[in-house]
T-cell receptor, first 109, second 115 residues
Framework: DAKTTQPNSMESNEEEPVHLPCNHS???????IHWYRQLPSQGPEYVIH???SNVNNRMASLAIAEDRKSSTLILHRATLRDAAVYYC??????????FGGGTRLMVKP | GAGVSQSPSNKVTEKGKDVELRCDPI?????LYWYRQRLGQGLEFLIY????????KSGLPSDRFSAERTGESVSTLTIQRTQQEDSAVYLC?????????????FGEGSWLTVV
């Protein structure tokens, strides 16, 4: 299974942009890159996903490197409610998500 | 709302008892997943159902764990002779199909405590 590597934790100030990196050097051509986040005591929540092109939605933007070996989740203006564990995941055949450790994002007021 | 629904939300059971956890996927979703998350840890895959195909049970930790799903509807995860190490939140998720570009939607989980 293709694996992802993320920093264990990051800090951000409220109202500032946050760039959460993810490395996936063994990604295959058909793997989609998914991002989920998990707030305390809640189930994971879908954030965004993409294949090759950069993607934008109301929650975030996803920037995918040209060689697809890395990607960056961009939160344009962090709020206190964005404090969560962010998971970068590659979906394999069967769309089974294998969750790694994720990045714990702390947002300071 | 039409999200993934799980019950019970919380369950406290005595060691050695059996428990059943229920998941109602989003209507029309053919793929259904069960995950386990111990306190402070990441999600562990347990089992996956896709339509009428044979389920992928590769993540079930022991033969005390089993799951069923009737067609494309409700799923039940059963843990027999519960042990304290089974204490965790059990998360159910569903997606339209097994296509890797589909979004997977998670329920809020069933919190199991074995005393």
């Amino acid at each position: 299974d293709a694996k992802t590597t993320q920093p264990n934790s990051m800090e951000s100030n409220e109202e500032e942009p946050v760039h959460l990196p993810c490395n996936h050097s063994t990604i295959s051509g058909t793997d989609y890159i998914h991002w989920y986040r998990q707030l305390p005591s809640q189930g994971p929540e879908y954030v965004i996903h993409g294949l090759t092109s950069n993607v934008n939605n109301r929650m975030a933007s996803l920037a995918i490197a040209e060689d697809r070996k890395s990607s960056t989740l961009i939160l344009h203006r962090a709020t206190l409610r964005d404090a969560a564990v962010y998971y970068c995941i590659l979906s394999n055949a069967g769309n089974m998500l294998t969750f790694g450790g994720g990045t714990r994002l702390m947002v300071k007021p | 709302g039409a999200g993934v629904s799980q019950s019970p939300s919380n369950k406290v059971t005595e060691k050695g008892k059996d428990v059943e956890l229920r998941c109602d996927p989003i209507s029309g979703h053919t793929a259904l997943y069960w995950y386990r998350q111990r306190l402070g840890q990441g999600l562990e895959f347990l089992i996956y159902f896709q339509g009428n195909s044979a389920p992928d049970k590769s993540g079930l930790p022991s033969d005390r764990f089993s799951a069923e799903r009737t067609g494309e509807s409700v799923s039940t995860l059963t843990i027999q002779r519960t042990q304290q190490e089974d204490s965790a939140v059990y998360l159910c998720a569903s997606s339209l199909s097994r296509f890797s570009g589909n979004t997977i939607y998670f329920g809020e989980g069933s919190w199991l405590t074995v005393v």
